[in-house]
């Protein structure tokens, strides 16, 4: 007999057994006279062709759910080295805090008299960001980094129209997320690209040439995707605001320096931040998140409403606000997320919060120096948070980043992100975070060059992989534009 291994569990339906039907629920007898469905419900109603459910008993099912839980992979299981997306460990504490009633039983329309308790938690969450981003205004509306972009572009907008200005571009890196030319292009601008230096960074010079009157705004992220700090950001910033345009800092790889540095000496305007990354709380599988926007003096008068307001002891939301760009969405939803994030910043506090992205950097320098005669690095500038190689090496023996990742799944590892920044071919871009043990990121190296050593020895167990999973390769076009997320019997 073929031994089961817990990584070929089947679906559900396919679990079914037409010959032995089992049943998690019995009922009594039926002790009135019987109707057919179609007598007690009107046949517009009825589903055809009727569903089948499988017939399995309780214990079955539980088992089924349990063994898919234990395919997933997560923070909790081990490293999570996927760059720019900031995969930390959510402390334990914050899912205490989450979990008290007076915060996880609140209702949005309920009088301000009854939520003092969580309008203060939104005050005391601003303020801690104010001061960690040593910027004058905060939102924390927005429910995602992009949504959080959004907020800030459409704040800068705003401001120009004040002015009685009406320009119509955004400048953008060639190394930023997608997500920045998208935000410029929803909120009604027109994109431009700014090409990266030789460094990685971004040439100054290039944007004296293309910062004109028609530009409302740059779009840096700091440090960059490639980890790279923007060494020139005050000169930026100064080039860009003497020519009237605002500086929007993209603040995801906050972890980076979060309690070393602060935006607002940098010259930032509008800069989102991303709770569910730098401030540990869960992300993956869609949200929810929370991207709260940090605002210099020249954006405050058009924060969104509702804002907290602070009189004396008492708290309230103010709507009237003609300035405003208005509501980002109707209600804080992702509340729990930021009751997190405090719980958060609040148990590290501020020599916590050096410590975290201290340990952050000194991690992604580790993987760094063990990994560089390994794997190529294009832009050799020192990096912070996070480290960007490509597969040039392994691409001569015919093994390309994809092979790679895929390899890693077979050491226990999940995967670097692939294929960004755009602007290096091959990437392979590590972000270990300084939540790993450091036994872990030391596993991890060990993997990463176990595999440069196969891509040498035996290329074909590389381009292979993965051995070991339930499913290989998947094919990922298929996937993305024919998406079935639904069993349907016979298919
Ligand atoms: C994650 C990320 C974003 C977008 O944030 P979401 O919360 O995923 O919308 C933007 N820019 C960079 C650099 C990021 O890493």
């Not at 923070?75 to 504490?93: F, H, Q």
């Not at 090409?195 to 440090?223: C, K, Q, W, Y």
């Not at 939803?333 to 919060?353: C, P, Q």
């Amino acid at each position: 007999m073929k031994r089961r291994t817990l990584r070929d569990e089947p679906l559900i339906f396919e679990r079914n057994n037409e010959r032995r039907r089992r049943s998690g629920f019995r009922i009594p007898p039926l002790d009135v006279p019987e109707t057919s469905p179609a007598d007690a419900i009107p046949s517009e109603f009825l589903r055809s062709p009727s569903t089948t459910t499988p017939d399995l008993g309780e214990l079955e099912v539980v088992q089924h759910f349990h063994r898919l839980s234990q395919l997933n992979y997560a923070v909790d299981e081990g490293l999570y080295p996927l760059g720019s997306c900031t995969m930390k460990y959510n402390p334990r504490v914050n899912e205490l805090t989450a979990a008290l009633a007076g915060f996880a039983d609140i209702h949005p329309f309920q009088p301000a008299s009854q939520t003092q308790g969580a309008l203060r938690l939104i005050w005391e969450l601003e303020a801690a960001l104010k001061a960690i981003t040593g910027m004058p205004g905060m939102t924390l509306q927005p429910a995602a980094g992009a949504h959080g972009e959004l907020a800030g572009i459409l704040m800068i907008r705003k401001a120009l129209e004040a002015r009685g200005e009406t320009r119509d571009q955004v400048l953008v890196p060639d190394s930023a997320h997608g997500t920045n030319p998208a935000t410029a292009a929803f909120a009604g601008f027109s994109s431009v690209e700014l090409p990266s230096g030789d460094d990685g960074t971004v040439d100054l010079n290039a944007i004296d040439r293309m910062m004109t009157e028609r530009v409302a705004a740059i779009m840096l992220t700091v440090p960059n995707t490639l980890g790279v700090f923007e060494s020139e950001i005050v000169k930026i910033s100064n080039l860009v605001h003497s020519r009237g345009g605002f500086i929007y800092l993209d603040g995801a790889n906050l972890n980076a320096f979060a309690g070393r540095a602060l935006p607002g000496l940098m010259g930032a305007d509008a800069m989102h931040i991303n709770l569910h990354k730098t401030f540990s709380t869960p992300h993956g599988g869609g949200g929810p998140g929370a991207g709260p926007v940090a605002v210099s003096e020249a954006l405050l008068p058009h924060l969104p409403v509702p804002k907290v307001i602070k009189d004396g002891d008492n708290l309230r939301l103010e709507w009237d606000d003609s300035q405003s760009i208005g509501p980002m969405r109707g209600f804080y939803g992702n509340f729990l997320i930021l009751v997190r994030a405090l719980t958060y910043i609040w148990s590290l506090g501020s020599d916590g919060l050096r410590e975290m992205s201290d340990v952050a950097v000194l991690y992604a320098n580790l993987v760094r120096h063990r990994l560089k005669d390994a794997y190529h690095l294009k832009y050799d500038a020192p990096s912070l948070h996070e480290v960007v190689f490509d597969d040039t090496v392994q691409a001569e023996k015919g093994v390309h980043n994809t092979d790679i990742a895929k390899r890693l799944l077979d050491y226990g590892f999940h995967p670097p992100t692939m294929s960004f920044p755009l602007i290096v071919h091959g990437a392979l871009m590590i972000e270990p975070t300084e939540s790993a043990p450091p036994e872990e990121v030391e596993a991890f190296c060990e993997a990463m060059l176990a595999i440069a050593r196969e891509v040498e020895e035996n290329p074909d167990m590389v381009t292979s992989a993965p051995h070991d999973t339930p499913v290989k390769r998947v094919d990922e076009v298929s996937a993305a534009r024919h998406l079935k997320t639904r069993w349907k019997p016979g298919e």
